[in-house]
């Protein structure tokens, strides 16, 4: 039985109604650049984080150039960033005019931690980007307090982390609160996914939110009047229709999509040794926009996977800092070993919201026999 990695249709089925009547909403009154729809969906996304702004950019990415341009950085500044993420990290770095600086991962999380960043610092660094990779926090109280330390900022990439909370001094704290900013991604395999591409700023910085509201329109606040060179990166009012739809749905999907990382669990257990099943940390809440494994033989593995028609993928294979365009930076193989060797061995499985126990046991049953235990 094929499974796919995902099956945004058959996320579409069940709330049909509710986002036809949602686009259909912005049809009637033409509003389709900010405007209501979105300061709706701005509000309603804020109160869900916890966060005192939740401004709408045009993606994930644009929300991390934003944020970095935001925080009023000067040219060539080196900000640490995890040489183990999805590019845009390190992408809206270098576009900033900043220099990325590539920390390594602790193996287990496969986040930044403050003793990875302490070890990138130089006396240029003036930022830190924090990556909540797979759905999982980093460690944000001793990057914090690390960042007190250094007079450091510190920007979140939480485009897989949204509704990821941490236990902080007794309290619950959510993605994207912590830090200077917060940059989430509605890409429509997220979490909370839109139908294209869509980004979300938060922050509690009054200060912070106002220079950001003005750079995703040109730079200013009155049309044709730019106080400082910004872009067009505004979230499309019909997208902000959807998520706003979505949005009541995304505890229930959360909660799914742990049953079925608990389910993969217990399944994979008897492979120990072969297989390392996601590591959840103590005082975490993993919200699993990937489930990722690290698998011996994991390319062979692989390829048994899509002889058989089950969904996976690499998320990532190939580490920042080996990139071709970073090769001016200097860095070597062998630089980042857990950020190398975790490249080597991660494969995502299906965890979708709408996967069926039949489904997944059918994943689960294709790795078992792949490693001869079946």
């Keep these: 039985m094929p499974v796919p990695l995902l099956d945004l249709e058959a996320q579409y089925a069940t709330i049909r109604a509710e986002i036809d009547a949602a686009l259909a909403s912005v049809v009637r009154t033409q509003r389709f650049i900010l405007g209501p729809a979105v300061e709706r969906f701005e509000a309603e996304v804020g109160e869900f984080i916890g966060v005192r702004h939740a401004i709408g950019c045009a993606s994930g990415t644009d929300a991390l150039l934003l944020s970095l341009k935001a925080l009023d950085l000067e040219p060539g500044d080196e900000v640490v960033v995890p040489a183990f993420t999805f590019f845009a990290t390190a992408g809206a770095v270098w576009n900033a005019g900043l220099r990325p600086v590539f920390a390594d991962i602790d193996p287990q999380t496969f986040n930044l931690t403050a003793e990875t960043v302490r070890a990138a610092l130089t006396e240029k660094t003036r930022a830190i980007v924090v990556v909540h990779l797979f759905g999982q926090m980093a460690d944000m109280a001793e990057i914090l307090e690390l960042a007190e330390e250094r007079g450091l900022r510190v920007v979140e990439d939480a485009a897989q982390a949204i509704g990821a909370r941490q236990r902080i001094g007794g309290e619950w704290r959510g993605a994207g609160t912590l830090g200077d900013a917060g940059a989430f991604s509605f890409f429509p395999s997220k979490n909370l996914g839109g139908f294209g591409d869509g980004g979300l700023i938060t922050t509690n910085d009054d200060a912070l939110a106002e220079r950001i509201r003005k750079l995703r329109v040109h730079g200013g606040r009155q049309m044709y009047h730019h106080e400082m060179v910004g872009t067009n990166s505004r979230l499309d ?138």
């Design 237 to 374: 009012a019909l997208q902000a229709a959807v998520l706003s739809a979505k949005l009541p749905h995304l505890p229930r999907w959360t909660n799914a999509r742990r049953a079925h990382a608990a389910y993969y669990d217990g399944r994979l257990a008897a492979l120990e040794g072969r297989v390392a099943t996601p590591f959840s940390a103590p005082g975490r809440e993993h919200v699993y926009n990937q489930y990722t494994i690290r698998a011996e033989r994991r390319d062979e593995l692989k390829r048994y996977l899509d002889a058989h028609g089950i969904g996976n993928n690499i998320y990532y294979p190939l580490p920042l800092h080996l990139q071709a365009c970073f090769a001016g930076l200097g860095y070597r193989r062998g630089d980042l070993p857990a950020s190398e060797a975790a490249s080597l061995e991660v494969l995502s499985l299906p965890v979708y919201p709408e996967l069926t126990e039949a489904q997944r046991d059918e994943v689960a049953g294709r790795i078992e026999e792949f490693y001869g235990t079946q």
